[in-house]
């Protein structure tokens, strides 16, 4: 065994470890610092034991304490649903139109239902409920399907156009693309132009009226004002779901629109789906 050189300067024995001419002392580690990691390896042990800790194939080991975050959460909301319970309960029987809008049930329709909108409907409809491109503004009064709170929730629960709830809400334009002409198309589309814009061609847009006459007004009405029973949008009001601007329009008219919303009552509650479109209805587009 090779005996330990000890530094002349220190007096300590070093560890024979140099680098660049500089050698390791062997100072022993601080009595405090010592103490505290074996205090913390006792305590991590005890841990280990009083609570779950170790991974197994199929979960992990509950503990001596049979402590669970997930029983704590779980409680935490059965407590907060029983402290709810008789809000839930007028919710779900009050005629939506009819909840005083300075009571109690009205605050608490449109607080939970605020957070219903932000965890479900946000992702498409936009945070502040403005929408995006094929995804309707819900703060203006442009409603394809009705805007009261009846038609409202009967829109969230039964969805768009899908093809998991039988009572969602239909419609489908056709594609016009192979039914009509270019000049056809083109004209039609100057039409529409001219029903809510100043600036048109009034020769194209005649000839277009014709078409529109024979080939649009059964869905959106002789005038273009629309038809909320066939969901299908007002051409009037310069609102527009995908783009007002001619290209755009000339690329609905060939190839149509199908916008599909989820049907909500196949995933959250009765009480959710009541409580979002109070909150929906009362952004301030809601009739």
């Known amino acids: 065994m090779t005996d330990k050189k000890v530094d002349e300067e220190t007096g300590v024995e070093t560890t024979g470890h140099t680098w660049d001419g500089i050698e390791e002392l062997n100072n022993p580690l601080p009595r405090w610092w010592l103490w505290t990691l074996y205090a913390t390896i006792i305590w991590a042990i005890g841990y280990t034991i009083a609570y779950p800790a170790w991974p197994m194939l199929k979960g992990a080991t509950t503990g001596f304490l049979g402590y669970s975050t997930r029983a704590e959460v779980s409680e935490d909301i059965a407590n907060h649903n029983a402290k709810n319970s008789a809000l839930v309960a007028e919710l779900n029987a009050a005629k939506l139109s009819e909840i005083d809008p300075n009571g109690d049930l009205h605050r608490y329709a449109v607080a939970r239902g605020g957070s219903v909108f932000r965890a479900q409907c946000s992702q498409c409809h936009g945070s502040g409920a403005a929408g995006a491109k094929g995804y309707p503004n819900l703060l203006d009064d442009d409603w394809l399907w009705g805007g009261s709170m009846d038609a409202i929730s009967a829109s969230v629960k039964h969805g768009i156009r899908n093809e998991t709830d039988d009572d969602a809400r239909y419609s489908e334009m056709p594609a016009y693309d192979e039914l009509l002409e ?3 198309i083109k004209a039609v589309v100057e039409y529409v132009v001219s029903l809510s814009s100043a600036e048109f061609d009034q020769t194209l847009a005649d000839s277009g009226s014709v078409v529109f006459a024979e080939q649009c007004s059964a869905c959106h009405g002789e005038t273009g004002l629309g038809d909320r029973e066939q969901g299908a949008p007002n051409l009037k ?11 755009t329009l000339e690329d609905t008219v060939r190839n149509a629109r ?6 909500w009552g196949q995933r959250l509650s009765d009480e959710d789906v009541r409580a979002v479109s109070v909150y929906v209805h009362g952004l301030g587009g809601g009739e």
């Open 182 to 184: 270019d000049d056809q």
């Open 237 to 247: 009001d310069a609102i527009w779901l995908y783009g007002g601007d001619r290209e």
């Open 258 to 263: 199908f916008g599909v919303m989820p049907a």
